[in-house]
T-cell receptor, first 112, second 113 residues
Framework: DAMVIQNPRYQVTQFGKPVTLSCSQT?????MYWYQQKSSQAPKLLFH???????NEADTPDNFQSRRPNTSFCFLDIRSPGLGDAAMYLC???????????FGPGTRLLVL | GQQLNQNPQSMFIQEGEDVSMNCTSS?????WLWYKQDPGEGPVLLIA?????ELTSNGRLTAQFGITRKDSFLNISASIPSDVGIYFC?????????????FGTGTRLQVTL
């Protein structure tokens, strides 16, 4: 089945220690998104890629970076995680304009 | 910016009851999406609505796209325990090369036996 996969599902890191979260998709979608979701809140868009074009949201902290080496994979790098970065991180894909977004299962990040 | 308000914020119902929730916007949307999120999982698309006045069903779920294009409704009939979760409405806006979703505030559903 075509799907969006996120690894790991749970990630524990130390304060200030860089961490990378992974997303892959078998949908061959052009667009990949990263969201941050804190407890009981709606997902908040961090950035998205349309093919290799990177689009950052204005309020996304510089601490968050992303890489998309090919169509299938997209990575979220948190350079120096703070306690406030503990959250669920969701990856989503869409085939482009006017198309619905499909979400992965998420990675829950804990910062100690 | 655009805001989507969902009501109610939370619901406690008994198994077998019907559920109604709504989503209202300060601005017009041309598409409405309803997602369900189970605890510890990503949102799963339930229903997509593309036309004002549209009524669409998916099993026990029925959603409607409001005539004004500023609201949408989701109904669940004969609720079961696995309906527990958070239901989000979402409206896409199209900026540049991608759709950007505005999410509602969510309705948390609890089902008791």
């Amino acid at each position: 089945d075509a799907m969006v996969i996120q690894n790991p599902r749970y990630q524990v890191t130390q304060f200030g220690k860089p961490v990378t979260l992974s997303c892959s998709q078998t949908l061959n979608h052009n667009v990949m998104y990263w969201y941050q979701q804190k407890s009981s809140q709606a997902p908040k868009l961090l950035f998205h890629y349309y093919d290799k074009d990177f689009n950052n949201e204005a309020d996304t902290p510089d601490n968050f970076q992303s890489r998309r080496p090919n169509t299938s994979f997209c990575f979220l790098d948190i350079r120096s995680p703070g306690l406030g970065d503990a959250a669920m991180y969701l990856c989503a894909t869409s085939s482009g304009l006017f198309e619905t977004q499909y979400f992965g299962p998420g990675t829950r990040l804990l910062v100690l | 910016g655009q805001q989507l308000n969902q009501n109610p914020q939370s619901m406690f119902i008994q198994e077998g009851e019907d559920v109604s929730m709504n989503c209202t916007s300060s601005s017009i949307f041309n598409t409405w999406l309803w997602y369900k999120q189970d605890p510890g999982e990503g949102p799963v698309l339930l229903i997509a609505l593309y036309k004002a006045g549209e009524l669409t069903s998916n099993g026990r779920l029925t959603a409607q796209f409001g005539i004004t294009r500023k609201d949408s409704f989701l109904n669940i009939s004969a609720s079961i325990p696995s309906d527990v979760g958070i239901y989000f409405c979402a409206g896409p806006s199209f900026e540049g090369t991608a759709s950007k979703l505005t999410f509602g505030t969510g309705t948390r559903l609890q089902v008791t036996l």
